[in-house]
């Protein structure tokens, strides 16, 4: 089996290259634009890849494949060769990322080809699809940080993204075997995939405008790989209501950057994608916190009258943390630990509310050039309010709250908010350096960790989310 898999490595290795050499005699004889050599490797290196579930059965021997082309990749970027796949103006590092997302998705489909084959296709048809169309047809734009999409290319995406998921569903029928997808099925198996292949469509076009420098390579297929996933474990009704209810999020957040011009368009989308993950992933309980913080933000940014908006990267940089934490409680839950997944609540609390207190205390504090007392004082009272507000929504639903808890909370929260205050400089979110970013975003993981160790030890009582 080896030996086989070895020969039809080096047979794809082959191909793969081969294809890059045409790319670049191509780019040298006729000199297109960059996109298209880099769209031609893109498209052909999918198909490629689509033999691989079938030709190899060793992931070794995938990963070997994968961080050799990764290398190779690195290499001559470094050298300044291939220009037919490096030679843009952009900064990217989506040929680097290609390999090794191919790599994790045939780490995690073993015995489910289908998945494979739909994630890769997303990867290689529906971004190439998109990225050609936006390019010559591409009318109407709109900037996501400092790169320019446009609404033709996205449409491009998301109807080449529900193609390339319903065939292979109609092909392979997953739903045929009740063992593995019992709550699935629903005696609608064709209304089942469209459904489920326009809710994949809907995010992963989301996840495509909002990915930057060439992490779509990244986001679009494990993207795909993870709503697909959850989708078929999904009925018809639930599956029209997650459908409807994207929508609805999608257009009320596009609507709250009209009129408040406090978001633009990609942080518009990425607060959708945030809205709906803690939807999907928790409860309202979880959810409800996205809700208080935004509108906690809206608020003070509009007292504050601040002249920045929203984006891609600062909200990203805030979210990360406590939606990683519901991440882990969702994971947990699927494995049947219902019991982690109500201890990880306290936790996401926890980073929630220092994320919130944060970017709230950085707008008043940018605003009026408050004094390090002010700022204590300041990053105390906001951090309580803040705390109680969106602990208190909670609060009446179930019967596990106490003072003690609250208390605990609210300390943990007014340390790291204090501590942020102090430490950092107001700055506009969209001029703060990489480091700045990550440090708010550091204060939230611990705040989080405390929140664990607090929990692990306390006598009292363990929050928990419906």
Not at 163 to 183: E, F, K, R, S
Not at 319 to 344: C, H, M, W
Not at 346 to 366: T, Y
Request: glycine share 6%; aromatic share 10%.
């Amino acid at each position: 089996m080896l030996r086989g898999d070895l020969t039809n490595a080096a047979l794809i290795t082959a191909a793969f290259l081969s294809l890059i050499a045409l790319a670049e005699i191509w780019h040298r004889w006729k000199s297109p634009k960059v996109e298209w050599t880099r769209k031609l490797v893109h498209l052909g290196g999918g198909a490629v890849c689509l033999s691989l579930p079938f030709a190899i059965h060793s992931h070794w021997v995938v990963l070997a494949m994968a961080v050799s082309m990764a290398v190779l990749f690195l290499v001559t970027k470094r050298l300044g060769w291939l220009r037919s796949i490096h030679g843009i103006q952009r900064p990217s590092l989506g040929s680097e990322y290609y390999p090794i997302v191919i790599y994790f998705l045939f780490l995690l489909t073993p015995g489910a080809p289908w998945k494979y084959v739909i994630c890769v296709l997303v990867l290689a048809v529906a971004d190439s699809a998109a990225a050609i169309i936006g390019t010559k047809f591409g009318r109407l734009r709109f900037l996501v940080e400092d790169e320019t999409k446009s609404l033709e290319g996205s449409i491009a995406f998301f109807v080449v993204t529900l193609a390339a998921v319903v065939i292979p569903l109609l092909i392979w029928n997953p739903m045929g075997d009740p063992h593995q997808y019992p709550l699935a099925q629903s005696g609608q198996p064709a209304v089942h995939y469209m459904l489920a292949s326009m809710l994949i469509g809907f995010l992963v076009t989301c996840f495509e405008v909002v990915s930057l420098r060439g992490t779509d390579n990244l986001w679009v297929p494990l993207g795909t790989l993870l709503v697909l996933s959850k989708t078929m474990q999904t009925d018809v009704a639930d599956l029209t209501i997650q459908n409807i209810s994207f929508l609805a999020i999608l257009v009320t957040m596009i609507g709250v950057a009209h009129m408040s011009h406090l978001l633009n368009l990609g942080g518009a989308i990425i607060c959708c994608l945030a809205c709906y993950g803690l939807w999907a992933m928790g409860s309202f309980d979880w959810a409800i916190v996205f809700f208080i913080a935004l509108g906690a933000y809206l608020l003070a940014a509009f007292i504050a009258d601040t002249p920045w908006q929203i984006r891609v990267r600062p909200a990203a940089y805030s979210l990360v943390p406590p939606i990683l934490v519901l991440g882990a409680a969702n994971l947990a839950l699927n494995t049947g630990r219902a019991d982690l997944y109500q201890f990880s609540f306290g936790p996401f609390l926890a980073a929630s509310c220092v994320a919130l207190s944060q970017v709230v205390v950085n707008v008043l504090v940018w605003r009026w050039r408050k004094r390090f007392v002010i700022r204590i004082w300041l990053a105390a009272v906001v951090s309580i309010v803040l705390t109680v507000a969106i602990v208190s929504t909670s609060m009446w639903r179930q019967d596990t709250w106490s003072l003690p808890t609250m208390i605990a909370l609210c300390g943990i929260v007014v340390l790291f908010s204090v501590v942020s205050a102090l430490a950092m400089t107001p700055l506009p979110p969209g001029r703060a350096p990489k480091a700045w970013l990550l440090s708010r975003a550091a204060l939230s993981v611990a705040a989080a960790l405390i929140a664990i160790v607090v929990q692990a030890a306390w006598l009292g009582s363990i929050w928990y989310p419906v």
